[in-house]
């Protein structure tokens, strides 16, 4: 037999192997270390978004947004976080969410559209937004393959419509404007297209385009 101490209170435990590859607990220790790191999770989790609350406020003061507009749309953000403090994905998502609540436009977070979880969905406008960090830069193939596949489960009428954080930071005011004109454009493209966006619209659409005309052997 052979005795270790216990990570968790420093209690001898006794083993019969003498090379232990995992840390060693006591009983005690073994049933409420996991109990104990959930519980810091959790309060890493709250911290986290409550910093990242406060991140979304001073972006709005950097604005120069007149604050008392935004009181009620930002309680209705923290109340969020207390129940569910992963509901957002960065504070860019908590300053759009505000300006969109504090224009009345209905909103769903994170709704579940086929197999993905867009930002938010937009049921009267018929838009799903998108909030994209610089990391979308990176992913424009696999984004323009998910916004087609929502639209088919969505329908014709309805765009995805892509803000890049950069203007959430400089501009949320112009947020509501943005995306019903970003819509209507893209509709009147496709009116004009077949139900297809071209890729002169955007350098997305071309970098998407030149996949496919690659796939296809279609580049001269």
Excluded at 209 to 219: C, D, I, M, N, P
Aim: glycine share 4%; with cysteine.
């Amino acid at each position: 037999m052979n005795f270790f101490k216990c990570w968790g209170c420093g209690t001898v435990v006794p083993m019969a192997t003498d090379k232990p590859l995992a840390r060693v607990f006591c009983p005690d220790c073994k049933e409420e270390y996991p109990k104990q790191l959930e519980a810091k999770r959790l309060e890493y989790l709250r911290l986290r978004a409550e910093l990242m609350f406060d991140r979304a406020l001073r972006m709005l003061e950097k604005q120069m947004a007149k604050m008392y507009l935004y009181q009620e749309a930002a309680e209705v953000v923290f109340d969020k976080i207390k129940e569910d403090p992963e509901a957002f994905d960065s504070a860019h998502e908590m300053v759009a969410l505000m300006e969109l609540l504090k224009n009345r436009v209905k909103v769903k977070l994170h709704p579940v559209v086929g197999k993905y979880k867009p930002d938010m969905l937009l049921p009267n406008e018929k838009v799903v937004l998108e909030i994209d960090g610089y990391m979308h830069e990176f992913k424009k193939l696999e984004d323009y393959k998910r916004d087609i596949e929502m639209r088919a489960i969505l329908g014709a009428d309805w765009e995805v419509v892509r803000i890049p954080t950069k203007y959430i930071e400089q501009n949320v005011s112009a947020l509501l404007t943005a995306i019903k004109e970003i819509k209507s454009y893209k509709q009147k493209i496709r009116a004009q297209n077949n139900g297809v966006i071209p890729k002169w619209f955007s350098k997305r659409d071309a970098e998407v385009w030149r996949e496919v005309e690659k796939a296809f052997g279609l580049q001269s």
